[in-house]
């Protein structure tokens, strides 16, 4: 590295100076929920139950957290159920099926989904999905209750988890389409032609060459979704009608909250060991992304050897 | 197993470029024909008019005939993904499919269409497959790691494996062993002798030496100029096309006075 001179040698300094930077941010977005939240971790249920900082009937902090990583999950998960093969669809009616007009307006549709506001998504969602979608939950729901033992029910407003996930499918399916997009275009022409070769209709083109060689592209896009659906706040606040429950009623209202909501709707008016417990339940979101996207690196890693990245 | 092909006054085309001009020839079975040329002569596309795989292009088609045992590869009720399951082919560079095992990459072709084999079915043709392709005894310990792990020659012959599995009429190979060092390049030549017992093969190469070598008919290719459409010069045994060819243009190209 003795020969490296000038510029060479400055923007060495300005990227490795950008990799400490993030590191650095990381670090203290860490730190910060840590030492904030640790007053609420480590103050005694009697003190929460007397300064009132916990929703009634609660007399400790996990009674709270628990319910609400779950309503956070759940959110998130069913929106990457919804929007992933949806996702992966539009992909590859972009980067396979489509004319090459129709191809690159569908993308720029796709791509203008996520330039709408997630508050916008909010009245949406709120005021025009939610009294159309009910329909929809209440039939699945006494579908679903026809099944014995299994007692379903619906709310008549259609503000459920239901309907804030399928909001949030929406909200992710720019992503994760235009990643997974991307990844099935750079399928190598070769892997394509061989499996043609060989007699391979369209779809099985797709099967044998472009789908496996995408598979960790597309389970990147829908972490990079999950994250997205994770973290949303302004669309859930507006359309769930929430309640602190570990409740799997998810066409009902009143059940399930999201960390992020949460926080969002509490926040104004909290003071005191109240914003601890706030940040408290912050750490834990933080805590799951980065479970999740750890998961998610594994799930990839697990297969390198098969991923034509040779 | 292996079926003549006869070609008739077929003219390429890509939109409204003509790329390969009134090529008529026959391809006899059970023996090894390669197409030589100057880069550029159309030598590659008329090989990949014989199994359609040049219809992938959009804009790409032909006039005239391709007959394969009499049939018309392009007539109005003919599939291409029939054709190409009848016309194996073998490409430039080797491309197992990574994402599988060695052992899948020779089953891909055979499982395609959803067809189900029974396991010793497809132990059976995996054993017979990998040695056609004299690839048995180096992959047999591993035949579940990734194909894309073995060396150029050995992921070559594995193609070459997974063509030969789907049991076809007709072997295509697109300058099979421009990508390999000669050891491997050796490998495939010896191997190509073994399998034109049973298979059609048309090979197109750039060496001439490896034309001389490993075909029994040769036939040259040529191009007026940039924009002009490739032409079929002359074809003959492969004896007379190195040593008293017809054409002047033939006699320069493989004595090496140009292309």
Known sequence: MTAERGFSRGFRWISTGSGILLLAILAAVAIFLVQQALPALTASSEDLVAQNVLPQGMTSLWQLILPLVFGTLVAALLALVIATPIAVGIALYISHYAPKRVSAAVGYLVDLLAAIPSVVYGLWGGATLAPVIRHVWTWLAETLSLLPGLEVRATATGRSIATAAVVLAVMILPIITAVSREVFKQTPRLHEEAALALGATEWEVIKTAVLPFGRSGVVSAAMLGLGRALGETMAVLMILSPGILVSFQIFDAGQQQTIAAFIASQFPEAAGLRVNVLIATGLALFVITMLINMAARWIVARRKDFSGAA | ?259
């Open chain 2, 1 to 259: 197993m292996s079926q003549r092909i006869d070609v008739t006054d077929l003219n390429i085309y890509y939109g409204d470029f003509l790329a390969v001009e009134g090529v008529s020839m026959a391809i006899q079975p059970s023996s090894v024909t390669a197409f030589i040329g100057p880069s550029g002569c159309g030598k590659s596309t008329f090989l990949r008019t014989l199994n359609r795989m040049h219809e992938v292009i959009p804009g790409a088609r032909v006039d005239g005939k391709v007959e394969l045992e009499g049939v018309d590869l392009y007539g109005p009720d003919i599939d291409p993904v029939a054709v190409r399951r009848n016309v194996g082919m073998v490409f430039q560079r080797p491309n197992p499919f990574p994402t599988m095992s060695i052992r899948d990459n020779v089953l891909a072709g055979v499982k395609l269409n959803n067809k189900k084999i029974a396991k010793s079915e497809a132990d059976e043709l995996v054993e017979s497959s990998l040695r056609g392709a004299n690839l048995w005894n180096e992959v047999k310990d591993r035949l579940h790691k990734p194909g894309s792990g073995l060396s150029g020659g050995q992921q070559q012959r594995l193609c070459i494996a997974r063509a030969i599995a789907v049991k076809p009429q007709v072997l295509l190979m697109d300058e099979p062993c421009s990508a390999l060092d000669p050891i491997s390049t050796l490998a495939i030549e010896d191997l190509i002798q073994q399998l034109k017992t049973s298979y059609t093969i048309v090979i197109v190469t750039h060496n001439m030496q490896q034309a001389a070598r490993v075909s029994d008919k040769t036939a040259f290719f040529n191009i007026a100029g940039t924009g002009k459409p490739g032409r079929l010069i002359e074809m003959d045994d492969t004896a007379t096309i190195f040593s008293a060819p017809q054409q002047k243009a033939t006699e320069d190209y493989v004595s090496g006075r140009f292309g």
